[in-house]
Structure formats: C-alpha cells, structure tokens
Nanobody, 115 residues
Framework: QVQLVESGGGLVQPGGSLRLSCATS????????MGWYRQTPGKHRELVAS???????NYLDSVKGRFTISRDNAKNTQYLQMNSLKPEDTAVYYC?????????WGQGTQVTVSA
C-alpha cells in the first residue's frame, strides 16, 4: 500500500522560506508525476507545482520564481522549496503522486505566512 507523509510546514514571516518534504512508502511501478497542491477554506484545491519522471516541472503562475519542486527517485521523495513567502501562500499543502489509474495523497501540512 502506498502512503505519502509530509513534513516541513509551519509559521513563517513574509519573505521567509520553508521546505516541504513528502516521503512515499510502498512500491510505485512505471512513470508517475509528483506534485504539490494547496487549499484554503472555501476554495478548491489548486495545483502549485508538479514534476514528471523526466524532471520537467510546471508551476502555478503566482509561485514561479519563488518555489522550486524537486524529486529524489531513489528515495521516492519530493520536495517543495518555498522562498519569498507571502501571506497569500497561507494554506494547507498536500503532496500528490499520480500513477494512473491511481492517485495518492498526503494528509496535508499547514503553512502560515504571517508577521
């Protein structure tokens, strides 16, 4: 059974940095995409960044140049380095692995950007 465990969330001041990690346990076969989503109360979950097996990445426009997604295939772990954080980045962040037909989610980690 595949499980995703996130870590690294917390409270940070505007302009600060955080690094989220997501460790995947269990076996995943074939090519798969890793990604980070975020959600605030009353809003839909939105894709922040994703990275494919070949290392190609995509980002939400509002985080381009500030966030960097990476993955370590040997460890089945993905990371989200978040720099220059803004109050509007406050949300619960969820890691995700897409391995069709399967779609795996972490439990979420709170990121709060506030002075």
């Amino acid at each position: 059974q595949v499980q995703l465990v996130e870590s690294g969330g917390g409270l940070v001041q505007p302009g600060g940095s955080l690094r989220l990690s997501c460790a995947t346990s269990g076996r995943i076969f074939g090519f798969y995409t890793m990604g980070w989503y975020r959600q605030t109360p009353g809003k839909h979950r939105e894709l922040v960044a994703s990275i494919n097996s070949d290392g190609s990445a995509n980002y939400l426009d509002s985080v381009k140049g500030r966030f960097t997604i990476s993955r370590d295939n040997a460890k089945n772990t993905q990371y989200l380095q978040m720099n220059s954080l803004k109050p509007e980045d406050t949300a619960v962040y969820y890691c995700n692995v897409k391995n069709p037909p399967y779609d795996y989610w972490g439990q979420g980690t709170q990121v709060t950007v506030s002075a």
